[in-house]
């Protein structure tokens, strides 16, 4: 089996930056795979728009800290792309994620656990059970965080398994390099969405503070990500493989 259009699998893609993302995808002609967790209707309202693109999309709830899952996740995939009439896919983008924000006194093993089965050692594993999905010469983002570098009290858990997946990103495109297959990290910086509880973009304090520490002079927006990622999976950025690129308009330079 092949395929003409190129087939991205975005997980977390129901809102945020993965929606974002896929939209930005599907407007360059990409057929969209997209996870979510729990809100089945807001996945089904990107696919929806996707559709309405004029491109493929299919909608898979998938638990992207539960490695159990996985082996089912990855026959459910296979499933889809047969009824695509095509057996691989192109671009994986590890997008899906929760935020803590705790001192780093008070951090709970719950909490440094959760954010470590969803950040790090579900990118880890779930990357390792769809590889045989994923096409020869294809692309893997990782999403990690400016929080990886630079330093805000209250995140030293979830900056710590970022940084993981950030050092993880450089040792997959060494060791998938023999398939062609170039795998990136992609590190936002604070973004208007709903994430750690939408306080970029809902807090004005919050808000004015984050755009006084960044060199444009404002926080993120959603349409500051998503075109990037879709550019960087594209043939004009091939030579691109194994780096850390942040995306915050130069936040804490």
Request: aromatic share 8%; proline share 3%.
């Amino acid at each position: 089996m092949s395929h003409t259009a190129n087939i991205a699998l975005i997980t977390g893609a129901s809102r945020g930056l993965g929606r974002n993302t896929a939209m930005h995808l599907a407007k360059k002609g990409v057929d969209i795979i997209l996870t979510y967790h729990a809100n089945r209707g807001e996945a089904d309202a990107a696919a929806a728009e996707i559709s309405a693109l004029g491109r493929r999309a299919a909608v898979l709830q998938l638990d992207s800290g539960d490695v159990a899952s996985f082996a089912r996740f990855a026959a459910e995939t296979r499933a889809v792309l047969a009824g695509w009439g095509c057996d691989r896919f192109d671009y994986l983008v590890n997008n899906a994620g929760t935020g803590v924000w705790a001192p780093f006194a008070e951090t709970s093993e719950a909490d440094f656990d959760h954010l470590m089965n969803i950040h790090f050692k579900g990118v880890y594993f779930l990357t390792q059970k769809l590889l045989p999905l994923i096409s020869d010469g294809g692309r893997i983002v990782n999403v990690s965080s400016g929080l990886a570098r630079f330093t805000l009290p209250g995140f030293s858990a979830y900056a710590a398994m970022k940084g993981a997946v950030e050092v993880l990103t450089r040792y997959q495109a060494k060791e998938l390099g023999a398939r062609g297959i170039r795998v990136n990290t992609v590190a936002p910086g604070a973004i208007e969405t709903d994430f750690a509880g939408g306080s970029v973009r809902d807090n004005p304090e919050v808000n004015r503070h984050t755009a006084s520490q960044t060199a444009l002079g404002r926080a993120g927006l959603p349409d500051d990500i998503g075109p990037m990622i879709a550019s960087l999976l594209s043939d004009d950025n091939r030579w691109i493989n194994g780096q850390r690129i942040e995306v915050s308009g130069g936040a804490y330079l």
